[in-house]
């Protein structure tokens, strides 16, 4: 009998929907592990923790098409607004976004994303802000192989 009181007690205090996981808290990228070199300048600080917010890094070729998917959530489970400063945003019921966009030609874009949750009347809504940024490398040419008299 205790195994099914257990089970309930989690049951009551874990709502989850099957296979959600549990909201994370907030991520911040060391940007000096970045393979490029990223103006510090150009990363939001997040208005929540006061501190610069980088959600990570991406390479693209310059040129083509790149997409940055991941996961937003509020622990309280708070409506909530997502932007982007940059490409095309697109949010998902089940929490996951994507971001596209091209990158023209090499070098890094910053893209921010802020997102602020909208709580119960007479509650202050929260606001958090992270750059991800997108690395564009050159397309890669093809090598030439010749023949004959040199």
Do not use: H
Request: some cysteine.
């Amino acid at each position: 009998m205790r195994y099914i009181v257990l089970l309930a007690a989690v049951l009551v205090t874990a709502p989850l929907l099957l296979g959600q996981a549990e909201c994370p808290d907030q991520v911040f990228a060391d940007i000096s592990q970045c393979p490029a070199t990223l103006d510090p300048n150009r990363i939001a600080v997040d208005p929540y923790e006061q501190r610069m917010c980088c959600l990570g890094w991406m390479y693209a070729v310059a040129g083509s098409p790149w997409v940055w998917e991941r996961r937003y959530c509020d622990p309280d489970d708070d409506e909530m607004t997502l932007t982007s400063d940059t490409g095309v945003l697109t949010t998902n019921a089940d929490g996951t976004y994507s971001v596209t966009g091209t990158s023209s030609v090499p070098g890094v874009t910053y893209v921010t994303l802020t997102l602020t949750d909208q709580p119960a009347a007479n509650q202050t809504p929260i606001t958090r802000k992270g750059t991800f940024a997108v690395i564009a490398v050159p397309r890669n040419k093809p090598p030439s192989l010749c023949g004959g008299q040199s």
